[in-house]
């Protein structure tokens, strides 16, 4: 694998949990990262024990140990990007949203409620802070229909329904809102709001069940290709595909979901 050494690799900075099966989480973002030719970068705002089965739980870190990450990296190296992922309580969505309010480049928000196996990752109280101050800073937020009903009340039942989940968002404050219908019947179909212009994206469904990291993997591809230079329609449809082949690659791994694959 070679990249042109010539060019110094855009830098993309995640602020996210550990997974330490290596499907989600960090470990999603920097492969992303490095799979799409970005330099990775990782604040972690916590640490979970988690494998193929769910996650058998997680410790938060202080704070203040989170402000320092932040600081050190973007004092010193800077970031052309940000995504956000898990970050667990009110403290550490309110310390990373006091960050990111200050920033000038792209900001791409996960807001990562729970896993896959149904595992909480965010303290219910916690939705607060996410509403009124992390989307705020937003670019993009790309949650899910889960993710959508926890934030705004909104339940989306088929296409037909995405529109309004993505204005009820958008009055939320994010710049762009990425609504995920991947769970709906029929063909998955996500779409992508600023206010005025919508785009709709849909992608054959691949029958694997080995997902693990599907949400992690889009936003920081997302924000990857926006350090690269991509407007938002263009940084979300490539992203799509990226996810996609990575979808179609996941891959068994323990004896419950595997991890999608960053290499295909
Ligand atoms: N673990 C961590 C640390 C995460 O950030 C996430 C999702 O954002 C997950 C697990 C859940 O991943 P999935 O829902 O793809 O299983």
Redesign the pocket.
């Known amino acids: 694998m070679t990249r042109n050494q010539a060019q110094a690799p855009p830098l993309v900075l995640t602020v996210?949990?550990?997974?330490s099966g290596g499907?989600?989480?960090?470990q999603a973002d920097l492969k992303t990262m490095l799979a799409l030719g970005a330099h990775g970068m990782s604040v972690i705002a916590?640490v979970?024990a988690?494998n193929s089965l769910g996650?058998q739980g997680y410790w938060e870190l202080p704070p203040e140990a989170v402000r320092a990450q932040l600081d050190s990296v973007l004092s010193d190296i800077g970031a052309d990007a940000i995504k956000t992922?898990?970050l667990a309580s009110t403290a550490l969505v309110e310390t990373v949203a006091a960050v990111l309010a200050e920033v000038t480049v792209p900001v791409v928000v996960?807001p990562?409620g729970v896993?896959?196996?149904g595992d909480t990752?965010l303290a219910p109280e916690a939705l607060d802070a996410v509403r009124s101050v992390l989307l705020p800073t937003a670019t993009v937020v790309t949650p899910n229909l889960w993710e959508v009903d926890q934030l705004t009340g909104v339940k989306v039942v088929d296409e037909s329904g995405l529109r309004e989940a993505a204005e009820a968002v958008k009055a939320l404050g994010p710049r762009w809102v990425l609504i995920k219908g991947g769970h709906l019947p029929g063909e998955p179909a996500d779409l992508l709001f600023d206010g005025e212009r919508e785009y709709r994206f849909t992608a054959a469904r691949h029958d694997n069940r080995h997902?693990?990291?599907?949400?992690?993997t889009l936003a920081s591809a997302i924000a990857s290709y926006l350090a690269l230079g991509e407007d938002v329609p263009a940084a979300v449809g490539k992203a799509k595909e990226y996810v996609t082949g990575a979808i179609a690659a996941g891959f068994p791994l323990g004896a419950g979901?595997g991890p999608v694959d960053h290499f295909w």
Not at 16 to 19: F, K, P, R
Not at 23 to 26: E, P, Y
């Open positions: 996210a949990g550990s997974d499907g989600a989480g960090i916590a979970t988690q996650v992922g898990m996960d990562v896993s896959k196996h990752l997902t693990h990291g599907t949400g992690c979901i």
